[in-house]
Structure formats: structure tokens, C-alpha cells
């Protein structure tokens, strides 16, 4: 028996439960799963560039995606190929996700969300600005790696400054740190530090997901905790919310300017309004739609399956 043809490509870890989460809401021979750092025998991928066009098919020998306008690729966290131990499955797992990536962005697929965008958009600078050209509220920042520089920032904002790591790989979870000038700032030097003003009284923050066109709004209340991240889920007070007009208007914006489909944000909200802090480009979201109920995996799966207008491959 032929194959089933399927329109969706799901690229994940075998383990991503996010991931699951979107699957469990498409159609059982909707889509192909594979993990390009650690591909099964059982799935083959290819392509053939003749006539002047691509032609590439995925196939795991009970459903096969011939790539194309119609085709949507859900594109989440990957096995990183560095993560094997051993020097040939590295070369291995490179060779076949650079192949992938190269043979799908061929093609005018629909990207939730394409990994190289992603790469670009990660970049906070370009967030913070993107943000405010849209009319969000964004505190003062620094970045910087001279001390004298931050001591002086610090004592501006009158030791109301925390300090926050631009990167996770290479580290556990480094939580958001209040900074004050009595600190010793002479360590900063020799490394770039990204330093923010600190919002202060905080009525709750805020995790803004939006998927297309569609923005879903949970709260996240804790105790007094500068950074939630650092607080269990369970000891978080969750609600679903709805944000002001032009704060949702603005994070539409905000992340198609930056190429992207999907996107998670992060907001403080005060009496005073909602103050922008971050994008999480390929952000969770399984544990928000856990405690509220928003319905963001079924939102992504729709638009994987009911798209009708392909974006251009970059």
C-alpha cells in the first residue's frame, strides 16, 4: 500500500512534549514527525534539483509529504547535533539537519517558525527596538562591559537595575538578579552585560503568546519573586486575561516584523500599564495552556492545516 500523503512536517526531539502537544491536535496521517539529529532508518528524505526546481519528499513509510506551497513545517528544538558524544553521529546528525533545513527553506513553505529567522530574531537589541516601533513601553537598557559605565547606570536608576543573562546553552536557568551599585561591578568587565531598569511595582507579569493573526493572554502572579521562572508553576497564580487593544495590536506587529508566525512575550504589568521585556521565539507554552485552558496548540495546529497563503522561502 502507497503511502499517505500528508501536508505538515513536524521537526522535534522525540522527547518534546510541547511538540506532542501540537501533534496530539493534528490529524493522525496529517503530518511526517522526524528528528533530524537523530533520524530513524525508517524515514527517508531527499530531494532532486532538476529542470530548474526542487523536487523533495519526506516519507516514513506510512504517510510521505511531497514539499510545496500546501506543505507547513512546525520547526521546534531540533537534538542539537553537538550533543552527541561520539564524533561520527555528530557529523551524521549535522549532515542530515543542515541537508533539511537547506531542501525545506527551497520551497515556499509555511514556517512555524523557519530556525534561521529565529536565530536573528533572538537577538534582544533587535527586539527591544522592534518593540518600541510599535508602541510598546520598554525600560532603559544597557549593554555594556566597562564597569564604570554600569556603575554609573546603576546609581542613575538609584540601585533600581537588574541584570539578565542573554543566553541559557552554555548554563542552568541564570534567573533575573537585582543589581545595586554596593555590588561588585569591577566583574563585568571582559564580558558584555545586559542591564535593565527594574520595573517596580508589579501587579502581575504577563505571557502573551500569539500564533498568526490570534494572541492569547495568561497571567502570572507569584509572591514577590523578580523572575517567575525561578517559582514551581504549581506555587504561580495563572489566569487567562485579556490585554489591552493596542498592546495585542502591537505584539501581532511586533512579531511579524520579525518574520515570525509563532511567539511567546513577556510583559510586567503595573497601574500605570504594560511594560515589554522579552520574545521568546520558540517560547513554551504547554504549561500556560495547562492552567488556563487558552487553546494555543489547537491555534497552531489550525494554522499548520488550514493556511492558504505559503510565505516565501528566504
Known amino acids: ?90 557529523w551524521r546528525a549535522d549532515e542530515n539537519t543542515t541537508a533539511l533545513l537547506g531542501l525545506l527553506r527551497a520551497h515556499p513553505v509555511l514556517w512555524i517558525n523557519d530556525p534561521l529567522v529565529v536565530d536573528a530574531s533572538e537577538h534582544k537589541p533587535t527586539q527591544l527596538a522592534c518593540a518600541a516601533r510599535h508602541g510598546l513601553r520598554v525600560p532603559d537598557t544597557l549593554f555594556t562591559c566597562d564597569p564604570d559605565t554600569a ?12 541584570v539578565k543573562a542573554l543566553t ?10 537585582r543589581l545595586r551599585a554596593c555590588d561588585d561591578l569591577d566583574a563585568i568587565a571582559g564580558t558584555v552585560h545586559y542591564l535593565q531598569a527594574l520595573v517596580e511595582d508589579r501587579l502581575f507579569d504577563a505571557r502573551v503568546t500569539v500564533v498568526g493573526d490570534r494572541v492569547f493572554a495568561a497571567s502570572i502572579a507569584t509572591d514577590g519573586a523578580l523572575d517567575w521562572r525561578t517559582v514551581p508553576a504549581a506555587d504561580c497564580r495563572h489566569a487567562a486575561i485579556t490585554p489591552p487593544a493596542d498592546v495585542e495590536r502591537a505584539c501581532v506587529e511586533h512579531v511579524r516584523e520579525l518574520g515570525l508566525v509563532y511567539a511567546a512575550l513577556d510583559f510586567v504589568v503595573t497601574a500605570d500599564g504594560w511594560t515589554y521585556l ?37
Not at 533520524?39 to 510545496?68: K, M, P, Q, S, Y
Not at 507547513?72 to 550533543?83: I, M
Not at 556603575?151 to 537588574?162: E, G, I, N, P, S
Open 151 to 162: 556603575r554609573t547606570f546603576v546609581t542613575a536608576h538609584r540601585d533600581k537595575v537588574v
Open 278 to 314: 522579552e520574545t521568546n521565539c520558540a517560547g513554551e507554552f504547554g504549561w500556560i495552556e495547562a492552567l488556563t485552558d487558552l487553546p494555543i496548540s489547537t491555534a497552531i495546529a489550525r494554522l499548520l492545516t488550514h493556511h492558504t497563503r505559503a510565505t516565501t522561502a528566504t
Open 168 to 177: 541559557q546553552r552554555h548554563t542552568t536557568l541564570i534567573p533575573t538578579t
Open 1 to 90: 500500500m502507497p503511502p499517505r500523503e500528508a501536508r505538515v512536517i513536524v521537526v522535534a526531539a522525540e522527547d518534546d512534549l510541547t511538540a506532542d502537544l501540537v501533534a496530539s491536535r493534528l490529524g493522525r496521517d496529517a503530518f511526517i514527525r522526524l528528528d533530524p539529529g537523530r533520524l530513524r532508518e525508517t524515514v527517508t528524505a531527499g530531494g532532486r534539483f532538476a529542470a530548474g526546481t526542487w523536487a523533495t519528499t519526506i516519507d516514513d513509510g506510512r504517510r510521505a509529504v511531497t514539499v510545496g506551497p500546501a506543505t507547513s513545517v512546525y520547526w521546534r528544538k531540533p537534538t542539537r547535533p553537538d550533543t552527541h558524544p561520539d564524533a561520527d553521529e555528530r
